[in-house]
């Protein structure tokens, strides 16, 4: 009998923290530095509409054009990131951010954001799937 394909939300980091996107960019620089995290869902009014990545932020810094305190995250955030259904199977989540040079996806379930997969996380499955084979 095989073994059961495993789904994103098995290892997802689940309730991830998430940002607005009227915030000012040096608001997500800095959760993102205490909180040890690269990657930040976008939420308006408990809708995704987009995500920020730590590199998002490392090239803002570089612009002269652009000021973290003042700028918000809506201008530098991805409007069309990964979002699959906490249902989906490991194996198709990460074709699919291999895909799209992803380094996560947001996990939805009826509407909302519950989780997110990154590259970490697909260490830890990649870890415990191959321990456990």
Do not use: W
């Amino acid at each position: 009998m095989s073994k059961p394909v495993p789904t994103v939300q098995e290892f997802m980091t689940a309730q991830p923290l998430t940002i607005a996107p009227g915030a000012p960019l040096a608001e997500a620089a800095r959760i993102m530095r205490e909180r040890s995290i690269r990657h930040l869902p976008v939420v308006e009014e408990g809708r995704l509409v987009g995500a920020l990545s730590e590199r998002d932020v490392h090239v803002a810094r570089t612009l002269r054009s652009v000021t973290l305190e003042t700028t918000k995250v809506e201008t530098l955030m991805n409007d069309r990131p990964l979002a699959v259904p906490a249902s989906a199977a490991l194996p198709d989540v990460a074709a699919r951010m291999i895909d799209r040079k992803a380094g996560s996806a947001i996990v939805m379930h009826d509407g909302c954001v519950v989780g997110i997969f990154t590259t970490h996380d697909a260490l830890h499955a990649l870890h415990r799937l191959l321990a456990g084979a």
